[in-house]
């Protein structure tokens, strides 16, 4: 039986509950080598299968709960990331596109889960070429620094923001909010009459609980909240995979594909050798696997979904869609996308697959005006977004 097949009935012994079986079958593939990217994927598999079955590291994978490695670390390869690999510029830069084409002269974007702002760079720039650049306005939001000064990273993310948005001679203006999403509200937001207001949502709404893990929605309750507000546009980007409602063995199977397909593309695109490439497998990804397959109840934060799903979700709570199809061909540009990568729009939003598996999807939806696609940025020297 090879490694991977291993995984799977490993997760179909614990969905039976025979426990023996399991564990001998988990002894055998935590002592498997792991040379290559595929066999330390597997390897994950098998420390959120153990994390399982001993219940233990109730906090493994959870952003909220624990901890990576040092912060410098992490930036590094999240840098890394964005270079190295088109994950990252494509949800950037499909959202900045549905954001650039708003025909607006004052804006409000609110940007929950903002983490180091790095988003937002390509649009000062894009939104600085017009003849009269719109005046923006950013409300930063995300979780409490730890430590004693919970705002630290929030203020810094600002100071770097503002400088970004000076060198552009872009009339910017910014703010941070150390408030859990589930816990935000319109007082929170200081919105403002003759401002177009954009709620971006950038791999954050699946952290939100679902009725999965409570008796009702909170996801549901936010998106309710959130279309209260009346935005103009909400930009979400997520992952593309199931990984909340599934069964576990299902569940299992469903995220090695997904997976599978990321360490794949690392594997083609970050060099072994490379000092992020650690980083980028254990941290950024390997917490995400053990928390997918290791827990449940509330203890599970990665609960992700289709863009077919997100798009029925958004639906029900009263969004009308903004095709993003249009946008197609320059944010695959944007992005670097080529070779295993491609971008294919797919009921108005954009999709990123490697090797033909979907990995991440990004939609538009608008609470004003009519449904369908934006209006092309109009006047001066606009084009896509870089």
């Given at each position: 039986m090879d490694a991977r097949a291993r995984v799977v009935s490993v997760a179909s012994a614990l969905e039976?509950?025979?426990?023996?079986?399991?564990?001998?079958?988990?002894?055998?593939?935590?002592?498997?080598?792991?040379?290559?990217?595929?066999?330390?994927?597997?390897?994950?598999?098998?420390?959120?299968?153990?994390?399982?079955l001993d219940g233990t590291d109730g906090g493994a994978g959870n952003p909220y709960l624990s901890d990576p490695v040092d912060g410098a670390s992490m930036l590094a390869a999240f840098e890394?990331?964005?270079?190295?690999?088109?994950?990252?510029?494509?949800?950037?830069a499909a959202a900045n596109a549905a954001i650039a084409a708003l025909p607006a002269t004052s804006v409000h974007v609110v940007d929950i889960g903002i983490g180091r702002g790095s988003q937002w760079p390509a649009l000062f720039e894009h939104l600085a070429r017009r003849d009269s650049p719109p005046r923006l306005r950013l409300t930063g939001v995300d979780l409490p620094a730890p430590g004693a000064d919970p705002d630290r990273v929030l203020r810094e993310v600002g100071e770097q923001l503002t400088a970004s948005a000076a060198r552009h001679a872009l009339p910017f203006s910014y703010r941070g909010l150390t408030v859990p999403m589930e816990q935000l509200h319109a007082e929170h937001l200081d919105l403002r009459g003759g401002e177009t207001l954009v709620v971006n949502l950038a791999l954050a709404l699946h952290h939100s609980p679902t009725d999965t893990t409570h008796g009702t929605s909170v996801r549901d309750q936010l998106l309710t909240r959130l279309r209260g507000w009346a935005p103009a546009l909400v930009t979400l980007t997520e992952p593309?995979?199931?990984?909340?409602?599934?069964?576990?063995?299902?569940?299992?199977?469903?995220?090695?594909?997904?997976?599978?397909?990321?360490?794949?593309?690392?594997?083609?695109?970050?060099?072994?050798?490379h000092p992020s490439r650690q980083v980028l497998e254990e941290q950024f990804f390997g917490r995400e696997i053990v928390n997918v397959v290791g827990f449940d109840g509330t203890q599970r934060v990665e609960r992700h979904h289709r863009h077919a799903a997100w798009?029925?979700?958004?639906?029900?709570?009263?969004?009308?869609?903004?095709?993003?199809?249009?946008?197609?061909?320059?944010?695959?540009?944007?992005?670097?996308?080529?070779?295993?990568?491609t971008v294919t729009a797919d009921q108005g939003m954009l999709v990123l697959a490697w090797q033909a598996t979907p990995l991440l999807g990004v939609s538009a939806w608008t609470t004003t005006g009519e449904q369908g696609a934006l209006p092309q940025q109009r006047g001066g020297r606009s084009g896509s977004p870089s």
């Open positions: 039976a509950e025979d426990r023996a079986t399991a564990r001998a079958l988990l002894s055998g593939l935590e002592r498997l080598p792991a040379p290559r990217a595929a066999d330390r994927l597997d390897r994950l598999f098998a420390a959120g299968l153990r994390a399982r890394v990331l964005r270079a190295a690999t088109p994950f990252v510029q494509f949800g950037y593309d995979a199931e990984h909340d409602a599934l069964p576990l063995t299902a569940r299992v199977r469903e995220a090695l594909t997904h997976y599978g397909a990321v360490f794949d593309a690392l594997e083609v695109l970050v060099p072994e050798g798009g029925r979700r958004f639906l029900q709570a009263g969004f009308a869609p903004v095709d993003l199809g249009p946008h197609q061909a320059a944010v695959a540009a944007q992005a670097g996308v080529r070779g295993p990568a």
